[in-house]
């Protein structure tokens, strides 16, 4: 495994000016949210402030009415789901999405499937069944176990897990902590944090647990009504009374 070297990446997420709407709802207003290679950053806000249509926008299942996506100098605006995900981009939804028939083992075998025709992960590092099990040691426990035997928990896990072995540079990440104990999203966030830090992968990370997201990420931005009212170091938004008050319900 190499280390990235964020100033020379080229796997590069750009999100500029998004605005995005469902027939007369306007779900993104001139949506910008700074990202880069080794770093996480957490989109906060309340529901309904348009995180989930962020994710969906950049991932190409919502099509935006105005602005611009690219991965490393290379404009993906609008273009197919299918080839966003080829270019690097993986989008873990939220609801867990394991096929449940399935063992753990069938599961990461279809990220590993779709990651054979991409030739590297992010920085040079390349993902593999047996990395992945050791980052999360509770799957390598239930590897030949359906995935409908496995805890909320352990679901995450394994959509994670899954999505590291596509080989992505860029992992958008849907509410990862809904409904799991403070301990399991601390094991989940600190994988989050070696990802970035040792493969120099780029995280979004949207999440309605915002105390945890900011402890976790090295940027944040908050959404309110589908417009930027924050950006800003992770750590600078935790600090700010006020704007935890009136957003970020901690
Ligand atoms: N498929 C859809 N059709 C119509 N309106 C939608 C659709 N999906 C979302 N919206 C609306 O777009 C706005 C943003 O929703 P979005 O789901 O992106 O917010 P969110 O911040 O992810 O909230 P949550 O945490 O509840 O998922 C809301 O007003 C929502 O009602």
């Known amino acids: 495994m190499s ?33 880069a290679p080794g770093a996480i950053t957490a989109v906060l806000g309340a529901n309904g402030a348009g995180k989930t249509t962020l994710l969906r926008t950049v991932s190409g299942l919502v099509r935006p009415a105005a602005g611009r996506v690219s991965l490393g100098g290379r404009d993906l605006t609008g273009a197919e789901p299918e080839r966003i995900a080829a270019a690097g981009i993986a989008h873990v939804p939220e609801g867990r999405g394991v096929i449940t028939e399935l063992s753990v083992e069938e599961n990461l075998r279809l990220g590993s499937l779709l990651g054979a025709r991409r030739p590297t992960g992010s920085g040079g590092r390349r993902f593999d069944t047996d990395g992945v099990l050791e980052l999360f040691p509770a799957l390598a426990e239930r590897f030949r176990r359906p995935a409908d035997t496995l805890s909320g928990g352990e679901r995450q896990m394994l959509v994670v897990a899954r999505a590291l072995l596509t080989q992505p540079s860029v992992l958008l990440l849907d509410e990862p902590s809904l409904g799991l104990a403070p301990r399991v999203v601390s094991q989940i966030f600190a994988v989050l944090r070696d990802l970035t830090d040792a493969g120099g992968i780029t995280v979004v990370l949207v999440e309605q647990n915002a105390r945890s997201a900011l402890q976790v990420a090295d940027t944040g931005v908050v959404l309110s009504l589908g417009r930027v009212v924050a950006v800003d170091e992770a750590s600078a938004l935790a600090a700010d009374q006020a704007l935890r008050h009136a957003y970020l319900g901690f």
């Open 3 to 35: 280390t990235a070297d964020p100033s020379t990446s080229t796997d590069r997420l750009e999100i500029e000016g998004l605005t995005a709407t469902y027939g007369p709802v306007t779900a993104l207003e001139d949506v910008s949210v700074p990202a």
